[in-house]
């Protein structure tokens, strides 16, 4: 039995987890970290490394300031890619110019930059869409590249951090202080589980009072289109349907409207039309949503074509897509964010909407201080 004890454990080594571990360490804490896979695999992985700042609301707000903060002193010590570019929101109609124009007037223009329909073409290139009317510029929101940040904050915590580190260890009971697992018993003052969507498997009872399920999203890359180089994040129209910052305005709903009488299969499939590039000059392009239990792995290949001719469209060019996946992540129709105490020294930590890139380093920095 191994009774390796710690001030905390971890269990999921996902972005969640991973921010929790680099926020102790840096505390002083003593951290173990336990996740089933060999490497970072989960919904930290597949997104758009989009680290959504500006758009958040309410409480939500604060802790995504401070999220930033935790990113940029991260990517200060690991050295992981995460330029300060942040968002560049497309208006294709004068309804969505019209929230953008709200939020300019709620947030300022520290906060939200208001552009013109040139100048929003001027930093896309190429041949953009001519029905764009203007747009707006959210330079708080960070990138990183999804594929390999979570992989590197995880090695730095290995290496260079003392943070222990056990993959490929499943968890089979957490109680009081001690997690027992595939490989032994791990023993902590305190025990954080980040296991996102998974946690139905450990606290079934907590995941059914907050009624979490699956969200299931399709995604895609392709190559950038030529001169294409920008790092910002670009959201669009659909991108006002989905986050609380922008749904929060008064126009949002005639935004909805708008988009369901020309275009209803994007409301349809919750779409959230928007783009990110890689490092390497890829773009990933997406994104739908469906909700349930249990996803199953079947994707339909027109709703992807149909987000990627959206994309292309506001470019203005083809789009030629080499990679199809499926990301996963845990959403609760009664919060964004399920943070709850199952025994005196055990806490779940979930992000219950799609804001988990966005939201880890700030949640992380709140959790850490209240041990």
């Known amino acids: 039995m191994n009774t390796s004890n710690t001030d905390l454990i971890v269990v999921g080594a996902g972005i969640v987890g991973l921010a929790h571990a680099f926020e102790a360490h840096r505390k002083g804490y003593t951290v173990r970290i336990i996740e089933r896979d060999a490497r970072p695999n989960g919904a930290s992985i ?3 490394g989009h680290c959504c ?19 940029l002193a991260a990517a200060k010590s690991v050295g992981f890619w995460a330029p300060e570019a942040g968002a560049y929101v497309v208006a294709r109609s004068a309804a969505e110019q019209r929230v953008l124009d709200e939020l300019n007037s709620k947030r300022g223009n520290d906060a939200v930059q208001l552009l013109t329909a040139g100048e929003l073409r001027s930093v896309l290139g190429g041949n953009p869409d001519p029905a764009i009317v203007g747009g707006a510029h959210l330079p708080a929101d960070l990138r990183v590249d999804p594929r390999t940040t979570a992989g590197e904050i995880a090695g730095w915590l290995q290496d260079q951090a003392g943070v222990a580190i056990e993959w490929n260890t499943s968890v089979r009971d957490i109680r009081d202080g001690t997690v027992s697992t595939s490989r032994g018993d791990f023993q902590a003052q305190k025990v954080l589980v980040c296991v996102g ?19 299931a999203l399709q995604m895609a890359l392709a190559p950038a289109p030529a001169g294409y180089s920008l790092d910002a994040a670009v959201l669009t129209g659909t991108s006002m349907t989905r986050y609380d910052g922008f ?7 005639a935004v909805r409207r708008e988009i369901y009488g020309h275009s209803p299969e994007l409301i349809d499939m919750v779409a959230n039309v928007m783009f990110t590039r890689r490092p390497d000059g890829s773009l990933i392009l997406g994104d739908s949503h469906v909700y349930g239990q249990t996803i199953g792995p079947f994707q339909d290949e027109w709703w992807t ?22 990301g996963v992540y845990a959403s609760s129709p009664l919060t964004s964010l399920l943070v709850e105490d199952v025994d005196p020294r055990t806490k779940v930590v979930t992000v219950t909407s799609g804001i988990g890139m966005t939201m880890s380093f700030g949640i992380a920095a709140e959790t850490v201080d209240s041990l």
């Not at 958040?56 to 401070?66: E, F, K, S, V």
């Open 46 to 48: 597949r997104n758009f």
């Open 197 to 215: 969507h998974d946690m139905d498997y450990l606290f079934p009872e907590l995941a059914a009072r907050y009624q979490v399920q699956r969200c």
């Open 305 to 326: 074509s149909r987000l990627v001719d959206e994309i292309a469209r506001i470019l203005g060019t083809k789009l030629q897509v080499t990679q199809r996946w499926q």
């Open 247 to 253: 749904t929060a305005m008064p126009g949002a709903e």
């Open 53 to 71: 700042i500006t758009a958040q609301d309410g409480g939500l707000l604060d802790t995504a300031y401070r999220s930033r903060e935790g990113w």
